[in-house]
């Protein structure tokens, strides 16, 4: 078994006396998707920004390529490989789709503090920003300003901006939601390449996709991680059944 | 070409213009209130850096025009009783010439930006505007108790510093150097605008979250963007004590932070511009108002409330559109 890229061993964090993070532990290995489930509220959200960076866990670790990351700030993480996308599109929405895509090819230069060339006539992070735009199929919305995109679009967007930092993993919170049947389809083909190259953390509540892509799953209720594993295993759990997939049937 | 662009040109058109049709008529009254407008535009120009691009609302911009003006006092004052500002660990002796005076106010300046932002930008909103208003408050109250450059009376000096090659106490001459200053301040904020730097800066005014997961950290932008702004505003501080020959506390008020602030929305934040309608306008109003009441600030607060209430773009938003240009 290869070493996991990415292993997050106990981590606990509460918000009063709500436990969103119970000492939960996953990795995430080389050229797999590990889908992480559950239902709204369940702390999986919660759970990325504690391994992006922007929220400390009260007692656990994250380790990352082999190194202790806990400590380190959201930016630090970044620029060791971390390629997230957030749920809550968090995207410059004055700017350009483009605009949008240089920056992340900038910051993965990281040389922004230079102030005299204009950044938007820079060859080199304009065909980064272009390739990674044109993956996600935002090549004709390059002029678009951000926000006028449909939500959709941001989803894009969001991923095609981690795709120019060329990170180590993915962490990707719920980037189909509001993508549409079509978008789904082209986005799941293209995390289906990706993964390949750079594995993939995914949270997503599209249950067709995390069973048609996911290499492993994990199911986390109440901030507790009550099952993992293969496709066919968590399909086929009892538990699971009941508390997750069950409520997602009469909903 | 975008209706930016030109009213860009009109402007500068304009501020070039007004001053020579003065020059010719025999009007040095205008001249200087020409140049008057051009200083504030510059001390907008700056805080508007803060303001506009790095959305950072400094109410404390003051400290740094009060900052030129007292560096441009200092050094003339010893310069004009042949003493030197200090003798120990090493000799600094005053000076006349303005280059000198202005590189010592932008270095400085970009000093005490650094000192204020290390400390205030570790806060956000109302925090940070009451911190920076108090740091300029604490420069205020330390050059009224500073007798030896004159208190709370300020400083004379009997002639403006010397620029090489021109006769600096003639009106359209002192006017050229303030135009010229202002072209390459706004050429500077211009390229600032375009670089990565300008773009980095943006895009973490917007969005933090952003920002920092492209790997780059905020305070350092803001850092740098606060010390590029209180450079700017510094400068024009050492122009405006040098139009008026006299520096005062009154340059580290509040009520001028307050006013660096109204050219800025006055005009339209986040316009590289901006300011500098905003001062003309500012100017233009003091002028016309205030030869109508003593209450001239009244109508002022009128009409910026109207501007922030129905304008939110200020006199650019209202004339060239409320979109910003991306190239
Ligand atoms: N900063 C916070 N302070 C207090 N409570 C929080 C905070 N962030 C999240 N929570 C709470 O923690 C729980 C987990 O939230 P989280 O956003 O991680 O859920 P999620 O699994 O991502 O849900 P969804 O599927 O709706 O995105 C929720 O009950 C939420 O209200
Ligand atoms: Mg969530």
Same mark, same amino acid.
């Not at chain 2, 070409?1 to 402007?11: D, G, P, S, V, Y």
């Not at chain 2, 290390?118 to 420069?139: C, P």
């Given at each position: 078994?290869?070493?996991?890229?990415?292993?997050?061993?106990?981590?606990?964090?509460?918000?009063?006396?709500?436990?969103?993070?119970?000492?939960?532990?996953?990795?995430?290995?080389?050229?797999?998707?590990?889908?992480?489930?559950?239902?709204?509220?369940?702390?999986?959200?919660?759970?990325?920004?504690?391994?992006?960076?922007?929220?400390?866990?009260?007692?656990?670790?994250?380790?990352?390529?082999?190194?202790?990351?806990?400590?380190?700030?959201?930016?630090?993480?970044?620029?060791?490989?971390?390629?997230?996308?957030?749920?809550?599109?968090?995207?410059?929405?004055?700017?350009? &789709?483009?605009?949008?895509?240089?920056?992340?090819?900038?910051?993965?230069?990281?040389?922004?503090?230079?102030?005299?060339?204009?950044?938007?006539?820079?060859?080199?992070?304009?065909?980064?920003?272009?390739?990674?735009?044109?993956?996600?199929?935002?090549?004709?919305?390059?002029?678009?300003?951000?926000?006028?995109?449909?939500?959709?679009?941001?989803?894009?967007?969001?991923?095609?901006?981690?795709?120019?930092?060329?990170?180590?993993?993915?962490?990707?919170?719920?980037?189909?939601?509001?993508?549409?049947?079509?978008?789904?389809?082209?986005?799941?083909?293209?995390?289906?390449?990706?993964?390949?190259?750079?594995?993939?953390?995914?949270?997503?509540?599209?249950?067709?996709?995390?069973?048609?892509?996911?290499?492993?799953?994990?199911?986390? &209720?109440?901030?507790?991680?009550?099952?993992?594993?293969?496709?066919?295993?968590?399909?086929?759990?009892?538990?699971?059944?009941?508390?997750?997939?069950?409520?997602?049937?009469?909903? | 070409?975008?209706?930016?662009?030109?009213?860009?040109?009109?402007?500068?058109?304009?501020?070039?213009?007004?001053?020579?049709?003065?020059?010719?008529?025999?009007?040095?009254?205008?001249?200087?209130?020409?140049?008057?407008?051009?200083?504030?535009?510059?001390?907008?120009?700056?805080?508007?850096?803060?303001?506009?691009?790095?959305?950072?609302?400094?109410?404390?911009?003051?400290?740094?025009?009060?900052?030129?003006?007292?560096?441009?006092?200092?050094?003339?004052?010893?310069?004009?009783?042949?003493?030197?500002?200090?003798?120990?660990?090493?000799?600094?002796?005053?000076?006349?010439?303005?280059?000198?005076?202005?590189?010592?106010?932008?270095?400085?300046?970009?000093?005490?930006?650094?000192?204020?932002?290390?400390?205030?930008?570790?806060?956000?909103?109302?925090?940070?505007?009451?911190?920076?208003?108090?740091?300029?408050?604490?420069?205020?109250?330390?050059?009224?108790?500073?007798?030896?450059?004159?208190?709370?009376?300020?400083?004379?000096?009997?002639?403006?510093?010397?620029?090489?090659?021109?006769?600096?106490?003639?009106?359209?001459?002192?006017?050229?150097?303030?135009?010229?200053?202002?072209?390459?301040?706004?050429?500077?904020?211009?390229?600032?605008?375009?670089?990565?730097?300008?773009?980095?800066?943006?895009?973490?005014?917007?969005?933090?979250?952003?920002?920092?997961?492209?790997?780059?950290?905020?305070?350092?932008?803001?850092?740098?963007?606060?010390?590029?702004?209180?450079?700017?505003?510094?400068?024009?501080?050492?122009?405006?004590?040098?139009?008026?020959?006299?520096?005062?506390?009154?340059?580290?008020?509040?009520?001028?932070?307050?006013?660096?602030?109204?050219?800025?929305?006055?005009?339209?934040?986040?316009?590289?511009?901006?300011? &500098?309608?905003?001062?003309?306008?500012?100017?233009?109003?003091?002028?016309?108002?205030?030869?109508?009441?003593?209450?001239?600030?009244?109508?002022?607060?009128?009409?910026?409330?109207?501007?922030?209430?129905?304008?939110?773009?200020?006199?650019?938003?209202?004339?060239?559109?409320?979109?910003?240009?991306?190239?």
């Amino acid at each position: 078994m290869t070493d996991p890229i990415l292993d997050i061993r106990g981590i606990s964090k509460s918000f009063g006396a709500l436990k969103a993070s119970n000492n939960i532990s996953l990795d995430l290995r080389p050229g797999e998707i590990h889908a992480l489930i559950g239902p709204n509220g369940a702390g999986k959200s919660t759970l990325i920004k504690q391994i992006a960076g922007g929220l400390r866990p009260d007692s656990g670790s994250v380790y990352f390529d082999g190194q202790d990351i806990t400590d380190l700030s959201t930016a630090a993480r970044a620029r060791l490989g971390m390629g997230r996308t957030f749920q809550v599109s968090s995207l410059a929405m004055e700017y350009t &789709v483009l605009q949008n895509a240089v920056l992340g090819a900038l910051g993965n230069r990281g040389d922004i503090f230079r102030f005299f060339r204009p950044v938007m006539k820079d060859a080199d992070l304009l065909a980064t920003a272009s390739e990674a735009l044109e993956m996600v199929g935002l090549e004709d919305f390059k002029s678009s300003v951000t926000s006028e995109l449909s939500h959709g679009q941001r989803r894009q967007l969001e991923v095609a901006v981690a795709l120019t930092l060329s990170p180590k993993v993915f962490l990707m919170d719920e980037p189909m939601a509001g993508l549409g049947t079509e978008g789904s389809h082209r986005l799941m083909g293209f995390l289906g390449e990706l993964k390949h190259k750079t594995p993939i953390l995914l949270v997503e509540h599209d249950m067709d996709a995390v069973f048609t892509l996911a290499d492993r799953i994990s199911v986390l &209720v109440y901030g507790e991680i009550i099952a993992s594993g293969s496709v066919d295993e968590i399909r086929g759990n009892p538990i699971v059944r009941s508390a997750y997939l069950g409520e997602e049937a009469e909903t | 070409m975008r209706k930016e662009t030109i009213c860009n040109a009109a402007l500068l058109f304009g501020l070039l213009a007004f001053p020579l049709w003065a020059w010719v008529t025999d009007e040095p009254f205008l001249i200087t209130l020409t140049t008057r407008a051009i200083v504030f535009a510059i001390a907008g120009v700056g805080l508007n850096f803060a303001l506009g691009f790095g959305g950072l609302v400094s109410l404390g911009h003051a400290a740094f025009f009060g900052l030129g003006g007292y560096v441009m006092g200092v050094l003339a004052f010893h310069a004009q009783t042949y003493t030197s500002v200090m003798d120990w660990p090493f000799v600094i002796s005053g000076t006349k010439s303005m280059p000198i005076i202005w590189l010592v106010t932008i270095i400085l300046s970009a000093v005490l930006a650094v000192g204020i932002g290390a400390l205030s930008l570790r806060t956000s909103g109302v925090y940070f505007i009451m911190i920076t208003l108090a740091f300029a408050q604490m420069l205020f109250y330390f050059t009224i108790s500073w007798s030896t450059y004159g208190g709370e009376d300020g400083l004379s000096i009997y002639v403006r510093n010397g620029f090489p090659g021109l006769n600096t106490m003639d009106p359209i001459q002192y006017y050229a150097i303030c135009y010229v200053v202002l072209l390459m301040v706004l050429a500077f904020v211009f390229a600032l605008s375009r670089s990565s730097f300008g773009l980095a800066l943006g895009a973490s005014r917007q969005n933090e979250d952003r920002i920092q997961a492209v790997g780059q950290v905020p305070f350092r932008l803001y850092l740098t963007a606060f010390a590029i702004s209180g450079a700017i505003t510094g400068l024009s501080g050492a122009l405006f004590a040098d139009l008026n020959r006299f520096v005062s506390p009154t340059m580290f008020s509040w009520q001028t932070s307050g006013e660096i602030m109204v050219f800025v929305i006055l005009g339209g934040v986040g316009r590289v511009f901006g300011p &500098v309608a905003g001062a003309v306008l500012f100017i233009v109003l003091e002028h016309l108002l205030g030869g109508l009441s003593e209450f001239w600030h009244i109508y002022l607060g009128a009409i910026l409330l109207g501007v922030v209430l129905f304008a939110r773009g200020g006199l650019y938003g209202l004339i060239a559109g409320r979109e910003v240009a991306h190239d």
